[in-house]
């Protein structure tokens, strides 16, 4: 069987994103503690962090003092894929931390760890982990991958601010957080599937962010 030039090209974008996947976050890394330190810094640039363990973190959302013990699930790519977003998209990004848009419910999903369970669903969801994805929207989601390498971090802003549009619209509480999250996966498979989407830019979800 030959392999060609554009499928060898495929199989190495797939496998440097599973690469990434299978990074567990490591507090003794310097490299990690630097990505924590950055978002950070871009989600709260006008606050200086006291300490990577700090009660601080709890004002983003995550669940304890300590953020790491929360990366479990995602691993190191769920924190670079926060990042991604805070850089690339700091409007959405800050309108979602603060809870900026909408009708919100006295009990909101926590942020950070609403991140964390995103890249865990966006990994399960494209069948990312096997080696070679048997979804229809991993094998679409493929394509999207070899035309541009930062396709996952890009999916995965688009999916959150889908969701937060999702919870809104449900006027959902934080007991709804699994609900409105496979409203999410249905609503983001179907975009996946329609005939006019070539790039991950013409999901009719990505209009929801701003920079």
């Known amino acids: 069987m030959i392999i060609t030039v554009a499928e060898r090209f495929l199989e190495e974008c797939l496998q440097r994103l599973q690469s990434r996947i299978e990074v567990s976050y490591d507090s003794s890394i310097p490299e990690h503690q630097e990505a924590l330190r950055a978002l950070w810094n871009a989600s709260f640039p006008e606050e200086e962090l006291r300490d990577l363990i700090s009660e601080q973190w709890k004002e983003m959302g995550w ?23 805070a850089r690339n998209y700091p409007k959405s990004f800050q309108d979602l931390l603060r809870k900026q848009e909408g009708d919100r419910a006295l009990w909101e999903y926590p942020f950070a760890v609403a991140g964390v369970n995103i890249t865990f669903m966006l990994i399960q969801m494209l069948d990312l982990e096997a080696v070679k994805p048997r979804s229809m929207a991993g094998a679409i989601f493929l394509k999207f991958l070899s035309e541009n390498e930062s396709a996952f971090d890009l999916l995965y802003c688009i999916t959150f601010k889908l969701m937060d549009n999702q919870w809104l619209a449900m006027h959902a509480s934080y007991m709804d957080f699994n609900t409105v999250m496979k ?7 179907r975009e996946l599937l329609l005939e006019d989407v070539s790039r991950l830019e013409d999901l009719p979800s990505y209009s929801l962010l701003t920079r």
Do not use: V
Request: proline share 3%; net charge neutral.
């Open 63 to 85: 669940q304890g003092k300590d953020p790491s013990t929360d990366f479990r699930g995602g691993g190191f790519i769920s924190l670079e894929n926060l990042l991604f977003f």
């Open 183 to 189: 409203s999410t996966r249905r609503q983001l498979e």
